[in-house]
C-alpha cells in the first residue's frame, strides 16, 4: 500500500475540512414552479441573484402547469418539504394560509414597497389583511387576433366583442388550406387549464358552477348553450387537435402566424409582441374578453405568486427570494435584458404609471383594466356562495374541475356528447358536495 507524505495528508485534511464548512455554509432552495415564459425568464436571470447572494444555491424545478399543481398539492398537504419557494395562485393562496401550509409574509426590506402592489391582486393572496404570496405575474383574459387577417377581409374586431361575433369572426377567417385557423383556445383538460376558459363561456353565458345553496349548475340551460357552444366553436375553426392544446401549445400555434384569433391569458401580449418569439408581432390587435348576455366574469383574474411553505427550513433565504424576484429591481432588470413590455404585468402600481412602459405596450391598458374591473366576490350574473372568477375557491374545486375538464376535453376531442356528459358530471358533482358536507343530496 503506497503511504500519502504527512504533509500532503495535512493539506488534503485541510482540504476537506475547508469543503465541509463550505457545505455547511452554503444555502440551497429548491424553488417549484411552472413552465411558462415569464417563470423561464425569472430562472435565466437568477444568475443576478446568485451573483449578489454567492452562499445560496437555486434547485430548480420546472414542470407543466398541471404536474406541477399535482406535486405541489401532494407535498404541502402531506408536509413533505421538497420546496423552499413555490409557485401557486390565487386559487391556492387563500386556502393554504388558512391550513398554515404557507408562511405569513411580514417582514420586507426597505426597498421592496409593498403598498405598490396592485390592490386586487394583492387581496387574493391575502387572509385577514395579511399577505401569503408575492405576485409574480397577474393576468386578466383578453382577445389576440391578427389585424392583417381582420383587413384582409374588411372585419372590424369591437373592443368588447360578443362570443357571437367571434365565432362569425372565426368562421370567415378559417383557412386551414393555408394553415390558417379561425381561432385557437384551451382545450387541454385541467381545472387551470380548459375550465379557466369554459368557466368565463359560461360566466357570459349567465351560467354559475353552483347557485347560493351549494346545488351544481353543471345540468342548466346556461351551462348547455355554452360547452355547445366552445366544442361547436373549436372542432369547426379551431386547429387539428385541439384538446391537447393548452396556453403554451396556443402561444406557440399563434406566434407561428396559425391562429386568426386567440383568447387566452393577458400575459401572452409579452410574447406575441416579442420579435425573437413571434412571426406575426406588427399584426397583433387586442381587445376585451367575449361576453356574451353579461360581461360579469368574462374576463378571468388570475396570479401567479411566490410563497413559502411552512415545511421550509429555509424561511429567510426564502424570503430574501421571493422579494427579489417581485421587485421594482427585478423589473427593470427584465427590461434591460428583454424590453420593457416584457416587464412582469399586473402586479404593481408603478408598472403602469410608468409613461414609458404604457407607450412601448400596446396591451398595457387592456391588461390593467380586465385586472381591475374582475369581480372575484361577485363573479357571475345570479349570486353565488363561493369566491373566484374562473374556479370556486374550496378544496373539492380541484378535483371536481379537473373531473369537469376531463369530460368536456372528450367532447372536443369526439369521444363524448356535451348532452350526454353534463347530467353525469352534474350528479358526480352533486356527490362530491354532499360528501363533503355543503348540502344534502337530493
Not at 192 to 202: D, P, R
Not at 277 to 287: E, L, P
Amino acid at each position: 500500500m503506497k503511504r500519502s507524505h504527512p504533509v500532503s495528508t495535512a493539506l488534503v485534511g485541510l482540504g476537506l475540512l475547508l469543503g465541509a464548512d463550505s457545505a455547511l455554509a452554503a444555502t440551497t432552495l429548491t424553488i417549484g414552479t411552472v413552465n411558462n415564459g415569464d417563470m423561464i425568464r425569472m430562472q435565466a436571470l437568477s444568475k443576478t441573484y446568485k451573483e449578489q447572494h454567492p452562499d445560496v444555491e437555486l434547485n430548480w424545478v420546472v414542470l407543466e402547469e398541471n404536474t406541477l399543481r399535482q406535486r405541489l398539492t401532494t407535498d404541502i398537504t402531506t408536509g413533505g418539504g421538497q420546496f423552499d419557494v413555490i409557485t401557486i395562485g390565487a386559487y391556492e393562496a387563500p386556502m393554504w394560509a388558512r391550513k398554515s401550509w404557507i408562511t405569513p409574509l411580514e417582514k420586507f426590506s426597505p426597498t421592496y414597497d409593498v403598498d405598490d402592489l396592485m390592490p386586487n391582486v394583492r387581496k387574493q393572496l391575502s387572509v385577514d389583511n395579511k399577505l401569503y404570496a408575492l405576485p409574480f405575474y397577474s393576468e386578466g383574459s383578453i382577445t389576440y387576433y391578427r389585424t392583417d387577417l381582420f383587413t384582409a377581409k374588411g372585419l372590424k374586431m369591437p373592443e368588447e366583442p360578443t362570443w357571437e361575433q367571434i365565432r362569425g369572426f372565426a368562421e370567415k377567417l378559417h383557412d386551414p388550406s393555408k394553415n390558417v385557423y379561425g381561432i385557437c383556445l384551451r382545450g387541454k383538460a385541467g381545472w387551470g387549464e380548459n375550465m379557466a376558459l369554459v368557466t368565463t363561456i359560461v360566466n357570459a353565458y349567465g351560467g354559475r358552477w353552483f347557485d347560493e345553496n351549494w346545488e351544481p349548475q353543471l345540468n342548466s340551460p346556461e351551462w348547455k348553450q355554452a360547452v355547445t357552444f366552445y366544442v361547436d366553436l373549436l372542432s369547426k375553426f379551431g386547429p387539428p387537435g385541439p384538446s391537447s392544446n393548452g396556453f403554451n401549445e396556443n402561444l406557440t400555434l399563434f406566434n407561428s402566424g396559425k391562429c386568426a384569433m386567440w383568447v387566452d391569458a393577458s400575459v401572452a401580449g409579452a410574447f406575441v409582441t416579442d420579435k425573437t418569439q413571434s412571426q406575426v408581432t406588427d399584426k397583433v390587435g387586442f381587445a376585451k374578453a367575449p361576453r356574451n348576455v353579461t360581461e360579469k366574469g368574462s374576463s378571468w383574474l388570475w396570479t401567479w405568486a411566490l410563497a413559502i411553505p411552512t415545511s421550509s427550513k429555509q424561511q429567510q433565504a426564502a424570503s430574501d427570494f421571493i422579494q427579489w424576484a417581485t421587485s421594482k429591481e427585478y423589473g427593470t432588470l427584465v427590461a434591460k435584458k428583454y424590453g420593457i413590455s416584457a416587464m412582469p404585468p399586473g402586479t404593481r402600481k408603478s408598472t403602469y404609471a410608468n409613461a414609458e412602459y404604457m407607450k412601448a405596450t400596446p396591451f398595457a391598458r387592456i391588461t390593467l383594466e380586465a385586472i381591475q374591473t374582475a369581480n372575484p366576490d361577485s363573479p357571475t350574473l345570479k349570486p353565488v356562495p363561493y369566491t373566484g372568477v374562473q374556479f370556486a375557491t374550496i378544496p373539492e374545486f380541484q378535483a371536481i374541475g379537473t373531473q369537469v375538464g376531463k369530460s368536456i376535453s372528450g367532447a372536443l376531442a369526439g369521444t363524448t356528447k356535451v348532452d350526454a356528459e353534463l347530467p353525469t358530471l352534474n350528479e358526480a358533482v352533486k356527490r362530491t358536495m354532499s360528501r363533503a358536507g355543503y348540502y344534502k343530496k337530493k
